[in-house]
């Protein structure tokens, strides 16, 4: 295929997974299988980013063959030899005599386009990376002055605050730490702080901060996006959901509904940048799937879900690459 083949290809994956994205968080399905529902977010996202990119791309490069990545490849070494004839090729434009300059213009703009797309979308999520990783390492810091450990809750960090708190700061594994109130504990029975404890542990165990944060980087860099921030608040509560059923594991729901009704009605302390915690989300949603529970979808249904995703991000690869 050429290049312009490729581009209407990528446009029809990319159109077709901003319908998706905005059409998802309406849907009842991922409820009940949270972690499928995740992974189609997911592969959204990435299928939209590339897909765009590849668009641009192929509209710049109508006539390179062989895959839109290759070509760009090609054309940078045809610049960098001053192989004239060759660049021009790639750009459509050898067989015509006197090429509207408007024409050259508007390809290499899509190419520049392309390209200035990819590099910000890498730069959102290293810099939302950064952010973050410097948000914990002030919070570790301050931990280490201001929080101390208490048998009531083995293995997490007490801070002397009044209003009810609860979270964790992801890290490797010798550096993840979860933090409690002095607040959470005078308000929390002894069930209550244990399947909060749970909670926060599925957060650390399964690495959530990572899932999210493409999505945090995407709603901070497109503040009004419709698309972006309800993808970033989607996710967000499916991440919870996920581990609330973790934390269900390990005793009766009725614990953990308990606690996030009484975070709800002390209200609770917000949690740090680059943290994740127990009472975030939509609690009355979390709180009415505890208390009246659906079945889980199918395993075949699973199975399609992940099958979808992974041709969803196949599709814009491949069209890249081959």
């Given at each position: 295929?050429?290049?312009?083949?490729?581009?209407?290809?990528?446009?029809?994956?990319?159109?077709?997974?901003?319908?998706?994205?905005?059409?998802?968080?309406?849907?009842?399905?991922?409820?009940?299988?949270?972690?499928?529902?995740?992974?189609?977010?997911?592969?959204?996202?990435?299928?939209?980013?590339?897909?765009?990119?590849?668009?641009?791309?192929?509209?710049?490069?109508?006539?390179?063959?062989?895959?839109?990545?290759?070509?760009?490849?090609?054309?940078?070494?045809?610049?960098?030899?001053?192989?004239?004839?060759?660049?021009?090729?790639?750009?459509?434009?050898?067989?015509?005599?006197?090429?509207?300059?408007v024409?050259?213009?508007?390809?290499?703009?899509?190419?520049?386009?392309?390209?200035?797309?990819?590099?910000?979308?890498?730069?959102?999520?290293?810099?939302a990376?950064?952010?973050a990783?410097?948000?914990?390492?002030?919070?570790?810091?301050?931990?280490?002055?201001?929080?101390?450990?208490?048998?009531?809750?083995?293995?997490?960090?007490?801070?002397?605050?009044?209003?009810a708190?609860?979270?964790?700061l992801?890290?490797?594994?010798?550096?993840s730490?979860?933090?409690?109130?002095?607040?959470?504990?005078e308000?929390?029975?002894?069930?209550?702080?244990?399947?909060?404890?749970?909670h926060?542990?599925?957060?650390?165990?399964?690495?959530?901060?990572?899932?999210?944060?493409?999505?945090?980087?995407?709603?901070?860099?497109?503040?009004?996006?419709?698309?972006?921030?309800?993808?970033?608040?989607?996710?967000?509560?499916?991440?919870?959901?996920?581990?609330?059923?973790?934390a269900?594991?390990?005793?009766?729901?009725?614990?953990?509904?308990?606690?996030?009704?009484?975070?709800?009605?002390?209200?609770?302390?917000?949690?740090?940048?680059?943290?994740?915690?127990?009472?975030?989300?939509?609690?009355?949603?979390?709180?009415?799937?505890?208390?009246?529970?659906?079945?889980?979808?199918?395993?075949?249904?699973?199975?399609?879900?992940?099958?979808?995703?992974?041709?969803?991000?196949?599709?814009?690869?491949?069209?890249?690459?081959?």
């Amino acid at each position: 295929m050429t290049g312009i083949d490729d581009a209407a290809l990528l446009a029809v994956v990319a159109i077709a997974s901003a319908l998706g994205a905005s059409a998802l968080p309406r849907a009842g399905w991922p409820r009940r299988s949270p972690a499928a529902a995740i992974l189609l977010w997911q592969a959204l996202g990435l299928a939209s980013g590339l897909a765009a990119v590849g668009t641009l791309i192929g509209l710049a490069l109508p006539a390179s063959q062989g895959g839109l990545v290759f070509s760009v490849l090609r054309a940078a070494g045809q610049l960098r030899d001053g192989d004239g004839f060759g660049l021009a090729r790639l750009f459509g434009l050898s067989e015509a005599d006197g090429v509207p300059l408007v024409l050259v213009a508007v390809r290499l703009a899509c190419l520049a386009a392309g390209l200035i797309l990819l590099a910000s979308l890498c730069w959102v999520l290293l810099a939302a990376s950064i952010a973050a990783l410097h948000a914990r390492r002030r919070q570790r810091a301050l931990l280490t002055l201001l929080a101390h450990g208490d048998p009531k809750v083995p293995g997490a960090l007490v801070v002397d605050y009044p209003s009810a708190a609860a979270y964790c700061l992801p890290g490797l594994r010798s550096r993840s730490r979860i933090v409690v109130s002095v607040g959470a504990l005078e308000l929390l029975g002894r069930g209550e702080l244990a399947a909060v404890l749970a909670h926060e542990r599925a957060h650390l165990r399964e690495r959530h901060d990572l899932v999210l944060l493409p999505f945090t980087a995407l709603r901070r860099a497109f503040p009004r996006s419709a698309t972006c921030t309800g993808a970033h608040l989607a996710v967000a509560l499916l991440v919870e959901m996920l581990a609330d059923d973790r934390a269900l594991r390990g005793g009766p729901a009725r614990e953990l509904v308990s606690a996030l009704v009484r975070f709800g009605t002390a209200g609770t302390c917000p949690a740090p940048a680059g943290a994740l915690a127990a009472a975030e989300g939509e609690v009355a949603a979390r709180v009415t799937r505890l208390l009246q529970p659906v079945r889980p979808l199918p395993a075949v249904a699973v199975m399609a879900v992940c099958l979808a995703a992974a041709l969803l991000v196949a599709a814009p690869v491949t069209l890249l690459i081959v």
